[in-house]
DNA sequence: CTACATGCAAACCGTTTGCACCCTA
DNA sequence: TAGGGTGCAAACGGTTTGCATGTAG
């Protein structure tokens, strides 16, 4: 299995939490919340802490399994799993609903600010904002 | 003047913290933290506390004088005058050194995006990471 | 059996808030 | 002079960390 030998090659060991963290992340459509994650593993009956959450994905996102992200207006980081895609998203400013945006509207640009930057880039952050029908 | 006009129709109070946090700003060619808007005035002899920035920088935000943005790997949230018009950054991920990009790539996008979500869009953010020519 | 993983509680740190006093309009 | 503004210190809340113990390899 990828993951089990990813975490293998840097030195770490492949425990039953990370395995559960990473379905967990799986098994959303949206990024969530540590805090999330950890309800949702509680209500599993899995005995876990909330720092253990919080270093798993610190460690996931190391290893470019998850990605992190940041919203105007949550107060804490989401995580959602690399395996997801590239992806943005729409979020309602009311009621905090994302909607995943399929079609990366940077891609191209980006490739043309590196030919014209000297910078080598690794990537972008983008997230739209308004209000959802229901909302508006 | 239009600051002033601007804090009056919301019952506010043109006090002279106000002004000097927002020439700060404005003194500024990329974003900088309430910590770093403190410190300057302070240099500047200038008695003032950090809840006071906090305090006005809010405000600011709210009547759209002002941007609030945050960056990956950036611990804390960085302000820049709406005066300096609708900009981007290439972020780099070593130096942390910010690059403005003055051509928006996401603007058509957003039109076309609200023609076909229903969403009534407000704005966006985005922010290019990558590694500048020194770093890479 | 050794190094990494984990739980727990405390520390951290950017940001917010309560309160008494100050100052603008 | 009334109501917003400010300084100070304490509170807040998401996240990180130290330490003793557990467990994968």
Chains 1, 2 share one sequence.
Do not use: W
């Not at 425990?15 to 950890?38: C, G, K, N, W």
């Not at 107060?75 to 943005?88: P, Q, V």
Request: aromatic share 8%.
């Amino acid at each position: 299995m990828e993951f089990e030998k990813e975490l293998r090659k840097n030195g770490l060991k492949n425990t039953p939490h990370r395995t559960r963290i990473m379905e967990v992340l799986e098994s959303y459509e949206v990024p969530v919340s540590a805090q999330d994650i950890y309800e949702r593993l509680k209500e599993d009956k899995v005995r876990i802490s909330l720092s253990t959450v919080y270093r798993t994905l610190d460690k996931l996102v190391a290893l470019d399994f998850v990605r992190k992200l940041s919203f105007t207006g949550e107060d804490s980081a989401l995580f959602e799993s690399i395996r997801k895609g590239h992806r943005h998203y729409l979020v309602c400013l009311r009621c905090r609903k994302k909607t995943v945006i399929d079609k990366c509207p940077i891609k191209e640009y980006q490739e043309t600010l590196e030919r014209e930057t000297d910078f080598s880039i690794e990537g972008h952050k983008l997230a739209i904002y308004g209000y959802c029908p229901a909302c508006k």
